[in-house]
């Protein structure tokens, strides 16, 4: 799978030009509403424990309390990344955590299912965590207008994009012939 082999995150996230493309999209989310609910709030910005934001010490920490069997733990191409394994309730999922040495705090977090059958489930999930998601023409149109940015052979995509007090939220489901990958992202964190 290309996203393993550490060129994926160099190449997308680490990018200048996907710094500012990012940086411009996220300042569009100054024109969503914005959820000022606290009980909303505590569903965004990570994964069950780990939070977009925290140290490298808090992560792991989290993936204990998490029961994630940590699988690798380098850093490599300007971040610290933190691979695992999670037993979670479709089926068992490949975990990545992604920490720049810049900013030192959790900026990304992956979630690999190992067959896009779980699609539907995992968008239904998703919806009912984080509201409806962005329309179908907003995913359709940044796909086309930047496939080159994202992992090659995708067939799908579905987003949302949230601010909840300090926390920007891009969530990405995207689907492939083989799996799924579920992204969480703070670009704040992306220095």
């Known amino acids: 799978m290309h996203v393993k082999d550490g060129l ?8 200048p030009i996907y710094k500012l493309c ?30 977009l934001g925290t140290s490298a010490e ?3 920490i989290a993936l204990k309390k998490d029961n994630v069997q940590i ?12 691979r695992g ?19 030192k705090k959790l900026a990304l977090i992956i979630e690999f299912y190992d067959s896009p059958d779980y699609h539907d489930q995992v968008i239904d999930a998703l919806t009912k965590q984080l509201g409806k998601s962005l329309d179908e023409k907003i995913a359709t149109k940044a796909l086309e207008d930047a496939i080159d940015k994202f992992p090659p052979g995708i067939k799908g ?10 926390v920007n939220l891009l969530v990405r489901v995207m689907k492939f012939d083989t799996h799924l990958a579920v992204e969480r992202l703070d670009a704040r964190f992306l220095q």
């Open 8 to 15: 994926y995150f160099k190449k997308h996230y680490f990018s």
């Open 58 to 60: 808090e992560v792991l």
């Open 157 to 166: 995509l579905t987003m949302w994009a949230l601010k909840a007090g300090e």
């Open 85 to 103: 394994k999670h037993k979670g309730p479709l089926t068992t999922n490949s975990m990545l955590y992604v920490i720049p040495e810049e900013s």
């Open 71 to 82: 699988t690798l733990d380098e850093t490599k191409n300007g971040a610290r990344q933190i």
């Open 22 to 51: 990012f940086s411009i999209f996220l300042f569009t989310l100054l024109a969503l509403p914005v959820i000022a609910d606290d009980s909303d709030k505590s569903t965004l910005g990570g994964f069950l424990n780990a939070r």
